[in-house]
C-alpha cells in the first residue's frame, strides 16, 4: 500500500516563507511525476507545481518566481518552498504523485490527505 505523507503547513503571516514536504512510503517500483495542488475555499483543486523523474519542474503562473519545487529520490520526498507568501495562497495544499508499482507498473496517481497553509494580512 503507497501512502503520500505531507507536512509543514501552518499559519504565517503575508510576506513569509513554508516549506512543505511530502513522503511516500510503500511498496513502488518508481516515483514518476510528483507535484502540489491546493483547494481554496470555495475553489477548485489547482495545480501549483510538478516535477518530473527527470527533473524539468512546471510551476503555474500564480506560482512563479515564489514557489519552488524540489525532489530528494533517495527520500522518496518532495518539497514545495514558499516564499513571498500572500493571503491568496491560504489554502490545503495536497501532494500528487504518479507511482509505478509491481500491480500498475505504468503509474498510478496516488494523492495525500492535504495540509493547510493559513496566510494572514
Known amino acids: 500500500q503507497v501512502q503520500l505523507v505531507e507536512s509543514g503547513g501552518g499559519l504565517v503571516q503575508a510576506g513569509g516563507s513554508l516549506r512543505l514536504s511530502c513522503a511516500a512510503s510503500?511498496?513502488?517500483?518508481?516515483?514518476?511525476?510528483m507535484g502540489w495542488y491546493r483547494q481554496a475555499p470555495g475553489k477548485q483543486r489547482e495545480l501549483v507545481a510538478t516535477?518530473?523523474?527527470?527533473?524539468?519542474?512546471y510551476t503555474a503562473d500564480s506560482a512563479k518566481g515564489r514557489f519552488t519545487i524540489s525532489r530528494d529520490d533517495a527520500k522518496s520526498t518532495v518539497y514545495l518552498q514558499m516564499d513571498s507568501l500572500a493571503p491568496e495562497d491560504t489554502a490545503v495544499y495536497y501532494c500528487?504523485?504518479?507511482?509505478?508499482?509491481?500491480?500498475?507498473?505504468?503509474?498510478?496517481?496516488?494523492w495525500g490527505e492535504g495540509t493547510l497553509v493559513t496566510v494572514s494580512s
Open positions: 510503500g511498496s513502488f517500483i518508481k516515483i514518476n511525476k
Open positions: 516535477i518530473h523523474s527527470s527533473g524539468v519542474t
Open positions: 500528487n504523485a504518479e507511482i509505478a508499482t509491481t500491480l500498475r507498473p505504468y503509474g498510478v496517481d496516488y
